[in-house]
């Protein structure tokens, strides 16, 4: 039975300066690097125009409900991740421990990458670009090999910038100028959340706001591109015949769940620093479509700069077997041009067959060029450094490029740590002690010491493992707690309840339908499906091996059985918490109602919280 | 530019020039270059001869070295370059990437770095000084608060008993009812 309540008394928790404060950290949390390198991707090989189907149901039955649930949950309670769900049900604790160990995981691993951004911004003050030519041998006779089987930009980023080991198992050295950029991003990390949400709060103005910026100009300069139209084409042809593969449909549920970012505590964590009476289920709306919307919007320029890139590589292509067929046939100068190349070659093909046959022409396919499609790190460092190679005033956009990308990933980093501290604030007693200067600097100084290993040659490896066991699974199953947790254990009515006196409007039909049975339903089949599809194939990498016969194309190996055990590990370690405290506090309640002189205490009721 | 007699003109004059520094005897002649086979790609063969000895061609070797030592003043002759001007058989040599002394990021990280301890130390230092006010101003209310014998009621954010020295003359109507205040 829950009593009407007063607003609680000023309690000292820290709080936003305005309402815009607190949906720009929502919005630049839930924006981050995947939406501007995972998105388009998912798009392109999915059937273009044809996956935004799945992705607004998913949005519609997943995205929103389980985000508006985050927000009602933290705003409702105003405590950190783990102290709210112990107050939901002691039972219930462990979800809470759970997104506080994934926070702390996906943190160590996020600002590495972080890091290879801040490097390839450090070189875009260059001139020339250190990825746009090879580097000599030693004799200086002739180009670095490894460059010059593959390219420059492989080579700048594989050997440059990760020195990565051909395997996994081989651990390399440590690359200082690596940890040289680590401590820059952990120290900017630490400036930026040094009290908490006082001070991110000022910085999301910025690293919310700018990356959309530099999408916008990015935008106007990739219209501008030759080539730019095929690109989007390419993109946004709707092919609907790809809706019959579910794996389309995996994609885009699990795509819409780790874009928004839940089940980190992370959104816990903002909402509750929020005023009790907010509206909250109109953020939730607005946040999810601000970040749809983005990933839309980010796909635009991404996808004319890779039609240009493709296009630029077409015309080399054609250029280099007409000079070919000049030098082979010595006819003038500008005689074939790429307009009339088919002409011409349908011509020497029918005169002269076994000389042009000889000459081993290429055969340029645009369409082959545009199908080179990548995500993650790829379509960033390799990419789309390789395009911007070719635009007139290339350090310009590099700048801009890797400064957009680091603000994207620094907002998600702020939600991660928030994550990790608001939970650590409260659970410690004596933190009244202990400025919050000194607890923000030490979960830096932590994380910066532990994150050193990914900067060894094999770091790039470790990072796709936590990248995809720890950052993928148990985000899964905490969502899946989360939404049983609050419909079931603490009871839908009593949390409409809580959300109409949040939001002054009676819940609509529409959560309880999807926060009772669609959002979990949902869960548990995304999370079968997600689990087959991983079981069915060996966990396998794919390994730059200068010395395999096929350089350079990667080499693909599978993981020695001990790095299976510690992807197996960092998938389960967060999510055996839920069963562990639930089995502990059963223990104690056992135990407690053996001993007849002990009064059970009472279930905590958050209407009385005074935090 | 169309290729026409003066252009072959400029480049027999140039091989001669690159055959008299080369061997640096001043015997060379432009009528020595002769050219033939010019095909409209823009494409011939050439011989050197030795007008000194009888109407021999000079050695392909002694002709690749000379123009490799002057190849650079042989492209810019045409506007050219090593890719647009190509001699068969010639492979160009590389020029080394110029490297600055110090990397050019190393520069920037510094300065990053720099604006980045500023900034932290700043913070940190603004914390210090902003906890120090609060302390000391907890403590004066202490005090305060150890003066009045009740609690101290506060109206506007000045403290009553201020308000009651400042007046000296209290309004009976509103100070009628101590228990108005709600006490804290």
């Not at chain 1, 815009?20 to 991707?41: D, K």
């Not at chain 1, 700018?210 to 084409?233: C, K, N, R, S, W």
């Not at chain 1, 794919?542 to 350079?552: C, D, H, I, M």
């Amino acid at each position: 039975l829950s009593m009407p309540r007063e607003i609680p008394k000023e309690d000292g928790r820290p709080k936003w300066d305005n309402k815009f404060q607190y949906i720009l950290s929502c919005i630049g949390f839930a924006v981050g690097l995947g939406n501007v390198w995972r998105f388009p991707y998912l798009c392109q090989i999915h059937g273009g125009g044809a996956f935004l189907i799945p992705y607004f149901i998913a949005l519609l039955f997943e995205g929103i409900p389980l985000l508006h649930l985050e927000l009602a949950l933290g705003q409702c309670l105003r405590k950190g991740s783990i102290s709210a769900w112990n107050t939901i049900s002691p039972y219930l604790g462990g979800v809470g421990i759970a997104s506080w160990m994934v926070s702390v995981l996906v943190s160590l691993y996020y600002n590495t990458v972080l890091t290879w951004v801040m490097w390839y911004f450090i070189n875009s003050f260059q001139e020339p670009l250190p990825w746009s030519t090879c580097p000599l041998n030693e004799n200086r006779t002739g180009l670095n090999e490894e460059c010059y089987e593959s390219t420059a930009v492989n080579y700048f980023w594989y050997r440059k910038t990760l020195n990565i080991t051909p395997d996994v198992t081989e651990s390399g050295t440590l690359q200082w100028w690596l940890i040289l950029c680590l401590a820059a991003c952990w120290a900017i990390v630490y400036l930026c959340t040094i009290r908490g949400i006082e001070t991110t709060g000022k910085a999301i103005y910025v690293t919310a706001i700018f990356p959309y910026l530099v999408l916008t100009i990015f935008l106007i300069q990739g219209l501008t591109l030759p080539g730019a139209t095929e690109g989007l084409a390419y993109l946004f042809t709707p092919n609907l015949n790809t809706l019959k593969n579910p794996r389309v449909w995996l994609d885009a549920a699990t795509q819409i769940f780790f874009s928004l970012s839940l089940a980190f505590g992370g959104l816990i964590a903002f909402s509750s620093y929020n005023p009790p009476k907010n509206d909250c289920e109109k953020d939730a709306v607005t946040v999810a479509i601000v970040n749809s919307v983005t990933s839309l919007y980010a796909s635009i320029p991404v996808f004319s700069v890779l039609g240009f890139k493709a296009t630029t590589a077409y015309w080399d292509c054609l250029n280099r077997n007409i000079i070919n067929i000049i030098n082979e046939f010595d006819l003038p100068e500008g005689s074939i041009m790429r307009q009339n190349y088919t002409a011409w070659m349908s011509l020497l093909n029918s005169s002269y067959p076994e000389k042009i046959a000889g000459l081993k022409l290429k055969n340029c396919d645009l369409q082959e060029f545009l199908d080179q499609s990548v995500s993650g790190t790829g379509l960033a460092f390799i990419i789309f450094t390789q395009a911007i190679i070719l635009m007139p005033g290339s350090q310009a956009w590099a700048i801009l490029f890797f400064i957009m990308l680091f603000s994207l990933g620094l907002s998600s980093m702020f939600g991660n740590i928030e994550g990790v501290f608001t939970p650590l604030l409260e659970l410690r007693v004596i933190s009244n002690s202990i400025p919050k200067e000194l607890l923000s600097g030490a979960i830096c100084l932590i994380c910066f010491l532990i994150a050193l290993c990914f900067t060894l040659g094999s770091g790039s490896y470790w990072i796709d493992i936590f990248d995809s066991y720890a950052g993928s699974v148990p985000l899964l199953v905490i969502a899946f707690f989360e939404v049983i947790g609050v419909a079931y254990i603490y009871k839908i009515q009593r949390f409409s309840k809580d959300v109409k006196w949040m939001t002054g409007r009676k819940l609509n039909l529409y959560w309880h339908i999807t926060w009772r049975f669609i959002s979990p339903l949902l869960l548990l089949i995304v999370f079968m499906a997600f689990i087959t599809l991983q079981i069915q194939k060996p966990p396998s990498y794919a390994a730059w091996n200068p010395k395999y016969e096929g350089f350079p194309m990667k080499e693909e190996k599978t993981y020695p059985s001990w790095v299976q055990a510690i992807c197996v590990l960092l998938a389960v370690l967060p999510c055996v918490f839920v069963p562990l405290v639930a089995l502990f506090h059963l223990i104690q309640q056992m135990c407690r109602s053996k001993d007849p002189s002990f009064v059970p205490p009472e279930v905590f009721s958050p209407q009385g919280a005074n935090n | 530019y169309v290729w026409d007699a003066n252009e072959e003109y400029l480049f027999k004059a140039v091989v001669a020039f690159a055959m008299r520094r080369y061997s640096s005897k001043s015997t060379t002649q432009i009528s020595n270059v002769l050219l033939c086979n010019v095909t409209d790609r823009v494409s011939f063969w050439f011989v050197v001869t030795d007008s000194s000895e009888n109407v021999s061609t000079i050695p392909g070797s002694e002709v690749e070295a000379a123009i490799r030592m002057n190849r650079n003043r042989i492209n810019s002759a045409f506007l050219l370059s090593d890719r647009t001007l190509q001699f068969l058989k010639i492979t160009s040599t590389l020029s080394p990437p110029v490297e600055p002394s110090t990397p050019v990021w190393l520069i920037v990280f510094g300065v990053v770095l720099c604006l980045i301890v500023a900034g932290i130390v700043f913070l940190i230092v603004a914390g210090i000084r902003q906890r120090k006010k609060k302390n000391k101003e907890s403590t004066k209310r202490e005090n305060l608060e150890e003066k009045g014998e009740v609690t101290v009621a506060v109206e506007n954010g000045i403290p009553c008993e201020t308000l009651d020295l400042k007046a000296g003359h209290v309004n009976g109507v509103f100070a009628a009812d101590d228990e108005r205040f709600t006490s804290l």
